[in-house]
C-alpha cells in the first residue's frame, strides 16, 4: 500500500506564494513521474506540473513562469512552489505519482487533496 500525502495549502492574498508538499510512504521499490493536478469547483481535474525521476517537468500554460515543480527522490516528495498567484488558481490541488512496487510494478496513487484559496 502507498500514501501520498499533501501539505502547504491555505489562504492567500492574490501576488502572494505558497508551497505545496507531497511526501510518498510505503511499499515503494522507485517512483517514476510525479504531479500536481488541480480541480476548481465545477471543473475537471487539470495537470498543472510534473516531473520525471530525472527531473524533466512539465507545466501548464497557464502557469508557467509562475509556478515550480521539484522533487526529492531521497524523501520521495515532490514540490510545488506558487508565486504570483491568481484568483483562478483557487482550487483543490492534488498529487500524483507513478510507484513502482516489486511485486505489483508501476501503479498510479493520489492524494487527498490540499484546498489552495486565493483572494482578490
Known amino acids: 500500500q502507498v500514501q501520498l500525502v499533501e501539505s502547504g495549502g491555505g489562504l492567500v492574498q492574490a501576488g502572494g506564494s505558497l508551497r505545496l508538499s507531497c511526501a510518498a510512504s510505503?511499499?515503494?521499490?522507485?517512483?517514476?513521474?510525479m504531479g500536481w493536478y488541480r480541480q476548481a469547483p465545477g471543473k475537471q481535474r487539470e495537470l498543472v506540473a510534473s516531473?520525471?525521476?530525472?527531473?524533466?517537468?512539465n507545466y501548464a500554460d497557464s502557469v508557467k513562469d509562475r509556478f515550480t515543480i521539484s522533487r526529492d527522490n531521497a524523501k520521495n516528495t515532490v514540490y510545488l512552489q506558487m508565486n504570483s498567484l491568481k484568483p483562478e488558481d483557487t482550487a483543490v490541488y492534488y498529487c500524483?505519482?507513478?510507484?513502482?512496487?516489486?511485486?505489483?510494478?508501476?501503479?498510479?496513487?493520489w492524494g487527498k487533496g490540499t484546498l489552495v484559496t486565493v483572494s482578490s
Open positions: 500524483n505519482a507513478e510507484v513502482v512496487n516489486r511485486i505489483l510494478g508501476a501503479m498510479d496513487y
Open positions: 510505503g511499499s515503494i521499490f522507485s517512483i517514476d513521474a
Open positions: 516531473i520525471t525521476k530525472s527531473g524533466s517537468t
